[in-house]
C-alpha cells in the first residue's frame, strides 16, 4: 500500500549446496563416512580365504594356505573415512587372526599413491588361536590420489617388504588385505565478487543497477568444480539456483529483468556453496550487495475513501475520512504520499501508512 524508495535492498546468497548422492553435500559425507576393506572389494567380506583383496603391486590378497581353520587370517580391515585431506589423521584397526604356540608377525603399510612407507608392526604368541583388534593412528602425507592401507600377518617368519609372499618372506603362511580410500586437497577460492556479463570487469559491492544491466556473480577454485548453488533472496525469500557454468569458475547471471526471480531493492549475495568430484566442499564470505532500480514507474490500481467502514453515499461529515489506495511498482513499495486539496483550496502532502506486501 505504499510506494518503497527507489533503493530497496535485494540480498544474494551464492549457496554451493549440500549433496545428495552426486548433488552437492552428499548425504553420505565421505570425509565422515568410516570405511572397510570389504566396502571396496565388490561387497564381497574381506574375510574370505579365497578374495584377492590385496591386488596391487604385485601381491596377492588371497590367503595361504585357503583353508580357513588353518594358519593365521586378516578377516577386515577399518579405516575412520572414506576421503581424507592431505596430512589428516587417520585411525586404521586390523582385525587378525592369530594362531596359537607361534609367532604372529603383523603389519600395517601404508600407500601414499607414489610409494609404500611401513608404518608400524607388532608380534603376538597367544596360547589359543585367537581374534585381536589392532589399531594405529598415524598423520597422511600431503600427497592427493588414490591411497591405501594394508594389513599383513605371517607365521613364523617375518615380512620385510609390503606383501607377505615369496619375494619378502620365507613363511609358508600368510595373508594381505587392503583398504583404499582417496586423499584430496581443501576447495580454496582467490576470486570472490560481481563481474560485468560482456567484459567480465570486476564491479565493486554496494552499487546501482536498473532493469537492463547484465551482472555475473562469480568465483574462482583452485580446482574444477562438480556442482554448485546460489542463494538469493530476490523475491524476499531465500532461494537455492543450481549453477550451470562450472569448471574452477562458478558464474551465476543475475537477470535483472526478471520481475519474477528479482522484486526487491536490497539485494545481498551472501556464498557461493560448492562440491568438487570427491565431495570436498567451501562457500564464499563475506556477503555481496547491491541495489535495483524499479524498471517502471509506481502504478496505483485503486482509491477510495472510508468512514466507519462505509465507503459509499460519504458527503457532509465534517469529521476524519481514511483514504486507501492500492500502489505497487516491480520492486517492492516503501512510501506512499497522497496529495490533499480542501475546499478552501489548501493543500497538503501526506504520507499514508500501509502494508507493503499487499501491493
Not at 593365521?72 to 575412520?80: G, R, S, T
Not at 524499479?294 to 468512514?307: C, E, I
Not at 493543500?347 to 501491493?359: E, I, K, P, Y
Request: with cysteine; charged share 15%.
Amino acid at each position: 500500500m505504499y510506494i518503497m524508495n527507489r533503493k530497496i535492498w535485494i540480498l544474494f546468497i551464492i549457496v554451493f549446496i549440500i549433496l545428495f548422492s552426486n548433488v552437492i553435500f552428499s548425504s553420505s559425507n565421505p570425509f565422515e563416512t568410516p570405511r572397510r576393506c570389504s566396502d571396496v572389494w565388490g561387497g564381497e567380506l574381506c574375510n574370505s580365504t579365497t578374495l584377492d583383496d590385496a591386488n596391487f603391486g604385485g601381491c596377492n590378497g588371497t590367503k595361504e594356505p585357503s583353508d580357513s581353520t588353518y594358519g593365521p587370517h586378516i578377516l577386515e580391515v577399518y579405516i575412520n573415512a572414506t576421503n581424507f585431506f592431505p596430512e589428516a589423521g587417520i585411525n586404521v584397526t586390523c582385525e587378525f587372526k592369530e594362531v596359537s604356540s607361534v609367532t604372529n608377525y603383523k603389519y600395517f603399510w601404508y600407500y601414499n599413491s607414489s610409494e609404500w612407507i611401513s608404518i608400524q608392526n607388532f608380534t603376538s604368541n597367544p596360547d589359543v588361536t585367537q581374534t585381536n583388534n589392532t589399531s594405529i593412528i598415524f598423520n597422511l602425507n600431503s600427497s592427493e590420489g588414490i591411497h591405501r592401507i594394508r594389513c599383513i600377518i605371517s607365521k613364523d617368519a617375518e615380512t620385510t617388504g609390503p606383501c607377505s609372499n615369496s619375494t619378502y618372506t620365507s613363511a609358508t603362511q600368510y595373508d594381505n588385505d587392503d583398504v583404499i580410500f582417496t586423499v584430496t586437497s581443501h576447495l580454496t577460492y582467490d576470486f570472490w565478487n560481481l563481474t560485468n556479463y560482456t567484459t567480465g570487469e570486476e564491479i565493486a559491492s554496494n552499487q546501482t543497477f536498473t532493469r537492463n544491466d547484465s551482472i555475473n556473480v562469480s568465483a574462482k577454485w583452485n580446482k574444477n568444480i562438480s556442482f554448485a548453488q546460489i542463494e538469493h533472496n530476490g523475491t524476499g525469500t531465500w532461494t537455492n539456483y543450481t549453477i550451470s557454468s562450472l569448471g574452477n569458475w562458478t558464474n551465476y547471471t543475475l537477470n535483472l529483468s526478471n520481475t519474477s526471480e528479482f522484486n526487491n531493492t536490497i539485494i545481498a549475495i551472501r556464498s557461493i556453496y560448492v562440491n568438487d568430484t570427491y565431495s570436498a566442499t567451501n562457500n564464499t564470505y563475506p556477503e555481496l550487495y547491491f541495489y535495483l532500480l524499479a524498471g517502471n514507474a509506481p502504478n496505483v490500481t485503486n482509491f477510495w475513501f472510508s468512514y466507519n467502514g462505509t465507503t459509499t453515499n460519504i458527503t457532509n461529515k465534517y469529521t476524519n475520512l481514511t483514504i486507501h489506495a492500492n500502489v505497487s511498482d516491480d520492486v517492492g513499495l516503501s512510501t506512499v504520499k497522497a496529495n490533499i486539496t480542501y475546499p478552501d483550496g489548501n493543500s497538503t502532502n501526506a504520507t499514508m501508512q500501509g502494508d507493503t506486501s499487499s501491493g
